[in-house]
């Protein structure tokens, strides 16, 4: 795995809550919360392509269809240490739902007269559940920060990996150089829903982490990590998204 010291962390939070002291949840009975993660059904590769004079967005995507829960796993873990550190009397649990529908809809799944939120709102009853923690994809402007300036065009959603071939990039402390880097990322919302399936609130957030060809032995940047390193970066990503969001959707007091 790549050494952290070559690795330019980028967080950016959308609609940001303030939160204002860390005691959650302090008055009446715990939580209970059920976590559906409907991000993991597909890795996106992005090729990001320069797009001088023009605000189309010309990146070559490439989507690799994953057939388990690995992904999803990884954020729903996540969202459960999280909620445990910050709500020590509540208890959170996986919803293991991997309906192709759920999957392609989810933006309007939850609402009023969708039929996935009779199902789930009998699902929630029938846990006992007091709470629902929904992480669906989100989709933003394509941003990898660095310690002076930023780079990246197009848009981005979902989780995948962000192909840069072109950029020169100088490591402060060896002074190594290299052209282009590779960036897992991960651009989600979570939403916290009521047992009546009513949205209490949401928060959006984008990470990506940078990994640049210099230093290492790769000769291009999807080289920079084998194919199992890659899965446990994007794993590792999407769970420091999470960790960043959950606060921001549990209720503050």
Not at 37 to 45: A, C, K, N, Q, R
Not at 157 to 180: N, W
Not at 185 to 209: C, E, F, P, Q
Not at 215 to 231: E, R
Request: charged share 20%; glycine share 10%; hydrophobic share 45%.
């Amino acid at each position: 795995m790549v050494s952290k010291s070559l690795r330019a962390r980028v967080v950016l939070c959308i609609a940001t809550l303030s939160v204002a002291g860390s005691v959650f949840a302090a008055e009446g009975a715990a939580r209970k919360y059920a976590v559906l993660s409907l991000v993991g059904d597909e890795i996106t590769m992005v090729v990001g392509r320069p797009s001088t004079g023009s605000s189309m967005d010309r990146n070559e995507r490439q989507s690799m269809p994953i057939q388990n829960a690995s992904i999803d796993d990884a954020a729903a873990s996540s969202a459960g240490e999280t909620i445990k550190g910050l709500e020590p009397g509540s208890t959170a649990f996986v919803l293991a739902w991997r309906e192709p529908g759920l999957f392609e809809l989810q933006e309007s799944a939850f609402k009023a007269q969708s039929p996935y939120l009779d199902a789930l709102k009998g699902v929630l009853k029938k846990t006992q559940s007091t709470h629902l923690l929904l992480i669906t994809k989100h989709r933003a402007d394509v941003q990898m920060r660095f310690v002076e300036g930023a780079t990246g065009h197009g848009k981005l959603r979902g989780v995948g990996f962000y192909l840069d071939a072109l950029t020169p990039i100088r490591l402060g402390g060896s002074g190594e150089t290299g052209t282009g880097f590779l960036a897992p990322y991960a651009y989600v919302t979570l939403s916290l829903l009521d047992a009546d399936g009513t949205l209490i609130r949401h928060h959006s957030v984008v990470l990506s982490n940078i990994l640049p060809t210099a230093g290492t032995s790769a000769i291009n940047a999807w080289g920079v990590l084998t194919a199992q390193q890659k899965i446990k970066a994007l794993q590792d990503t999407l769970g420091e998204a999470v960790a960043e969001a959950v606060p921001r959707v549990l209720d503050p007091r």
